[in-house]
């Protein structure tokens, strides 16, 4: 009779890319916690509480390891700012075009937007700050590390696609639109590392709004609030 019982094959693979995936998240937190030099096998298994010869039979270099994580860091990050910026994008596509070329309706939605970043800078602080440490790090080591580059150059322009986005809808221009895109990304991740440095009661919310405001009013094709 047949059933819909996987077969032990399949139970092995599944049970094969959970041990993989911690091993990658393992290795991030080391990254994060310790840097390059001190993820090792040994440190990445105390992490995972998997014997070593776990972490070996499934990443047998350690180079190649730590490039996966890499990697893997860059997706899971590209993957949550995905949803916000697609969150914020819908808010623009509820509001009917004619309305959004009035100055006020824009403001209306300058503080929307900055409402949702803010919001956004926050959570990241306090949920994803071993993924915000790597990914600081994959920059670091890009420069000493050719094999990285081209994961960071990627990265770079994965990131960029929603700000390009935004700023499209408000502009036809397409070299002023890639130039406000990347002035939005770099002060959205200038941001981002700074609410590392401190904790949610230190950042000063008011000058991260402030700070915020000044590209997003680019972006929106607005005067600077």
Same mark, same amino acid.
């Given at each position: 009779?047949?059933?819909? *019982?996987?077969?032990?094959? &399949?139970?092995?693979?599944?049970?094969?890319?959970?041990? $993989?995936?911690?091993?990658?998240?393992?290795?991030?937190?080391? /990254?994060?916690?310790?840097?390059? $030099?001190?993820?090792?096998?040994?440190?990445?298994? #105390?992490?995972?509480?998997?014997?070593?010869?776990?972490? *070996?039979?499934?990443?047998?270099?350690?180079?190649?390891?730590?490039?996966?994580?890499?990697?893997?860091?860059?997706?899971?990050?590209?993957?949550?700012?995905?949803?916000?910026?697609?969150?914020?994008?819908? &808010?623009?596509?509820?509001?009917? $075009?004619?309305?959004?070329?009035?100055?006020?309706?824009?403001?209306?939605?300058? #503080?929307?937007?900055?409402?949702?970043?803010?919001?956004?800078? #926050?959570?990241?602080?306090? @949920?994803?700050?071993?993924?915000? &440490?790597?990914?600081?790090?994959?920059?670091?080591?890009?420069?000493?590390?050719?094999?990285?580059?081209?994961? *960071?150059?990627?990265?770079?322009?994965?990131?960029?696609?929603?700000?390009?986005?935004?700023?499209?809808?408000?502009?036809?221009?397409?070299?002023?639109?890639?130039?406000?895109?990347?002035?939005?990304?770099?002060?959205?991740?200038?941001?981002?590392?700074?609410? /590392?440095?401190?904790?949610?009661?230190?950042? @000063?919310?008011?000058?991260?709004?402030?700070? /915020?405001? &000044?590209?997003?009013?680019?972006?929106?094709?607005?005067?600077?609030?």
């Amino acid at each position: 009779m047949l059933t819909n *019982t996987p077969s032990v094959p &399949v139970k092995r693979r599944r049970k094969g890319e959970q041990t $993989k995936n911690l091993i990658l998240e393992s290795a991030i937190i080391v /990254l994060a916690q310790h840097g390059v $030099k001190g993820t090792t096998h040994r440190a990445i298994a #105390e992490q995972a509480k998997l014997q070593l010869s776990l972490t *070996t039979y499934y990443f047998k270099d350690i180079q190649a390891l730590i490039q996966q994580a890499f990697s893997s860091n860059c997706q899971y990050l590209l993957t949550a700012r995905i949803q916000r910026w697609q969150a914020m994008l819908a &808010v623009i596509t509820t509001i009917p $075009k004619a309305a959004l070329r009035t100055v006020k309706q824009r403001r209306a939605l300058l #503080e929307q937007l900055t409402d949702l970043l803010l919001a956004a800078l #926050e959570d990241t602080a306090q @949920n994803h700050r071993h993924q915000q &440490v790597v990914e600081q790090l994959l920059l670091t080591e890009a420069l000493v590390s050719p094999s990285l580059q081209a994961l *960071t150059q990627q990265h770079y322009q994965a990131c960029l696609k929603p700000c390009l986005a935004l700023c499209q809808y408000f502009s036809a221009d397409s070299a002023q639109t890639s130039t406000k895109a990347e002035i939005l990304m770099t002060q959205i991740q200038h941001l981002e590392y700074r609410h /590392l440095l401190f904790s949610p009661a230190q950042v @000063n919310t008011t000058q991260a709004r402030a700070w /915020l405001q &000044v590209p997003l009013a680019m972006a929106l094709s607005l005067k600077s609030p």
